[in-house]
């Protein structure tokens, strides 16, 4: 948790904002410290050369047009000792003098070769003493010359009987026959500077603390929207894509949020599509590893169901030839074993091949309609030589047609599949019964003979290539296993069901077609 604020944007926020605060207030300390006095020397400097300038200008105007300043002074002042100053008008540089007093604390003596002509009445004798100390080189306090040029001196000076410094300008103006001096008072610029400091740490400590404060709670709304896209980012981080950015700001962080939702909205897709190709991939791996274990079963099978009808061919071949047959009887039987063996393996091989066509798809059932009572009827008929040897009895007592939708010569194969595998396992009464019934739009086709169950370990592995319940039963009557999986194919490709189930007294084989009433 404490890795967290302190790597927090809304911390790094306030800190630097701390930082610059406390920056920009030691920075001002320091000009404050350094440079204020400096600065307020220069600017004090400046007002006395500015008023020198100016008396200097009016002075010399004065003199161009013949006017006597002295005269406009003697003037004011004897109306002023008879109460009429009302009366008088001020003269241009009274009102100069005046103006430079009231702005800028300059008090002035403007003297000439018979004395005093302009000055402060307060402080004219004691200004005009000083220029005199000044000029004889004769002034006991402390002073520092400032600023000095061909007509004035400036200086700073200390008096200290009052403890303060003030600057004086003294010197001639550019008629060199007209003196003054020039005097304000400067104050104690450390001492300002000091007060100025103390006062600037007070304000800047309170504002510091209130800005630190303001800026910490109003970039809430800044990290916030940050905060949410990190959970979002998160959420996506663990493939949870349904999380969104909900804001609705138009700035940056509008966007990016904006553009997340698309980037998770695209991963969604991307995710889902690959997670079906992966499902499809597998699926096609599991389809590969079953081909290839029914090709490596089927070549199994195939080479054990041929390699006896090889194995007695070649042998009675080999006896044949080797004259083991003397006499025609015993040639005959060698014979008629292998034109036996050879029908076996030739109609095991064109039971392949079917199987084959169907489950490969290239041998499609040919829809029609056909009466499935008479089609039955024409294979108990076929069967009927098989039946008498087999001393089996057949019943089929239906009479009146069943018309369905199918492949004729397919369904016949089923129905001979079914009674072929009927009579080989007929026992007890030998009966073999074939019913159809018309149960709604289908029509339901059993195959009953009677004999011992099937056990239901083997009934759901009766549908597979090659599979024998009892080999040596089937090797007796020459078959594959091959039979019911056609069946099975046969029934795959009309999209109908097939099965078998024992029942009392046997068991029986079913499927199931559409019926036809038009």
């Known amino acids: 948790m404490r890795k967290e604020i302190k790597n927090s944007i809304r911390t790094r926020f306030t800190l630097i904002f701390i930082g610059l605060m406390a920056g920009a207030i030691i920075l001002m300390w320091v000009a404050n410290s350094w440079w204020l006095e400096g600065y307020y020397m220069s600017e004090k400097v400046k007002d006395l050369e ?281 040639r005959d039987y060698y014979c008629e074993v292998i034109m036996d063996e050879a029908n076996k393996m030739n109609k095991m091989v064109k039971q392949l091949l079917t199987l084959s066509a169907l489950e490969s798809g290239n041998d499609a059932p040919v829809m029609e309609r056909f009466d499935l009572t008479e089609l039955i009827r024409g294979v108990l008929s076929s069967a009927q030589i098989l039946l008498n040897q087999k001393n089996v009895t057949a019943e089929f007592d239906r009479t009146d047609p069943c018309y369905v939708w199918a492949d004729e010569f397919k369904i016949e194969e089923v129905v001979t599949n079914y009674l072929n595998n009927a009579i080989n396992h007929a026992e007890g009464r030998r009966l073999v019964r074939i019913t159809v019934e018309e149960r709604g739009d289908e029509a339901f086709v059993s195959v009953f003979n009677t004999g011992n169950p099937i056990p239901e370990e083997d009934i759901p592995n009766l549908w597979q290539k090659f599979y024998k319940v009892d080999k040596a039963r089937t090797r007796a009557y020459g078959g594959s296993g091959i039979g019911l999986s056609i069946v099975k194919a046969i029934m795959d490709s009309h999209q109908k069901q097939c099965g078998v189930e024992n029942v009392e007294g046997g068991v029986r084989f079913w499927f199931t077609l559409d019926c036809s009433r038009g």
């Open 50 to 330: 500015q008023a020198y300038t100016q008396v200097d200008k009016l002075l010399a105007a004065q003199h161009a047009s013949g006017q006597d300043i002295a005269q406009e002074f003697e003037r004011i002042e004897q109306a002023q000792r008879l109460g009429q100053l009302d009366q008088v008008s001020e003269g241009p540089m009274g009102s100069l003098i005046r103006s430079l007093n009231e702005k800028s604390n300059i008090s002035i003596v403007i003297m000439d070769s018979s004395g005093v002509v302009v000055s402060n009445e307060r402080q004219g004798d004691f200004l005009s003493e000083r220029f005199l100390r000044n000029i004889l080189g004769k002034n006991k306090q402390p002073f520092e010359i400032v600023s000095q040029n061909d007509h004035y001196t400036i200086q700073q000076s200390f008096d200290p009987a009052i403890k303060s410094y003030y600057l004086e300008c003294w010197g001639f103006f550019s008629d060199d026959s007209t003196t003054f001096i020039m005097s304000m008072p400067v104050a104690s610029i450390r001492e300002s500077a000091a007060l100025s400091n103390r006062f600037l740490a007070y304000i800047g400590l309170a504002v510091l603390a209130l800005g630190s404060a303001l800026i910490f709670f109003t970039t809430k709304k800044i990290t916030l929207p940050i905060l949410s896209l990190t959970q979002l980012a998160e959420r996506m981080s663990n493939l949870d894509f349904d999380a969104h950015y909900t804001g609705d700001a138009s700035d940056e962080i509008g966007v990016l949020g904006h553009s997340m939702n698309a980037l998770s909205d695209r991963l969604r897709e991307t995710i889902g599509e690959l997670k079906t190709a992966n499902v499809q991939l597998q699926k096609d791996i599991q389809e590969k590893i079953q081909i290839d274990e029914m090709r490596k079963e089927f070549i199994a099978n195939v080479s054990h169901e041929l390699k006896t009808p090889i194995a007695l061919i070649q042998g009675y071949a080999e006896g044949l030839t080797e004259g083991m047959a003397q006499d025609p009887e015993s």
